[in-house]
């Protein structure tokens, strides 16, 4: 492999947690009603993408302006309380790099990306980064994991990508790259999605270039 792509949320930072009570409640505050699948649905989709999908529930309020509100919120809760990091982020970032270039495919907005790589320092590790505002489809179509692949000047073949959610394992195992989950413990993958997975690792600890490798 010549190059690890990670995803962001749910892999490095433990933000899905933030994203529902953020989301949950802007829906609630302007008119809208959560459904019982929201959440699933939600992860993995780009900023458009959900910003669409919270009006249909019933908010108030053009997409623009839902995706300005909750993006604002979500800014205020890092600076507020920090970015939740998942345990080992920092090591796992930092023994991959030393090893191969980073990308990062995220389906969080470019604001949040830079705000979470300055405020925790991992930017310095990520030779390219891409948000799916960026690209034409979020996950699970494959846009962001191939231009990352792109923008580090690697095959998407030759790319390991990193991820916990259905939408992005099925995104980048349509990429072609061979995919690593990190199944997180309270919002797991579908068992189809997973099943997509190249491996499945218990953690970040045990993410290392040996397990990239062998």
């Known amino acids: 492999m010549e190059a690890c792509v990670f995803d962001l949320d749910g892999v490095l930072v433990d933000s899905e947690p933030v994203w529902e009570e953020v989301r949950r409640a802007f829906v609630a505050e302007h008119g809208g009603a959560w459904q019982p699948d929201t959440q ?80 925790t320092g991992l930017g310095a590790h990520f030779a390219a980064t891409v948000s799916t505002e960026e ?34 394992l099925r995104s980048a195992h349509a990429a072609g790259m061979r995919v690593l989950a990190i199944p997180h413990p309270v919002y797991p993958p579908a068992t189809d999605a997973l099943a997509l997975a190249w491996k499945v690792l218990p953690n970040l600890d045990a993410l290392t270039p040996a397990a990239v490798t062998r």
Do not use: F
Request: charged share 25%.
């Open 40 to 119: 699933s649905r939600l992860m993995g989709m780009s900023t458009g993408e959900w910003a669409a999908y919270l009006h249909e529930l019933g908010v108030r309020l053009p997409p623009d302006q839902i995706a300005r509100g909750v993006i604002e919120h979500m800014k205020a809760r890092y600076h507020d309380k920090g970015v939740p990091l998942l345990p080992g982020a920092v090591e796992a970032v930092a023994r991959m790099a030393a090893a191969v270039p980073l990308g990062l495919a995220s389906s969080s907005p470019r604001a949040l990306i830079d705000t979470v790589l300055a405020e």
């Open 135 to 168: 690209v034409e489809r979020g996950k699970p179509a494959p846009d962001g994991y191939l231009a990352a692949a792109r923008d580090l000047g690697v095959a998407p073949e030759r790319c390991v990508a990193v991820e916990d959610s259905s939408n992005g």
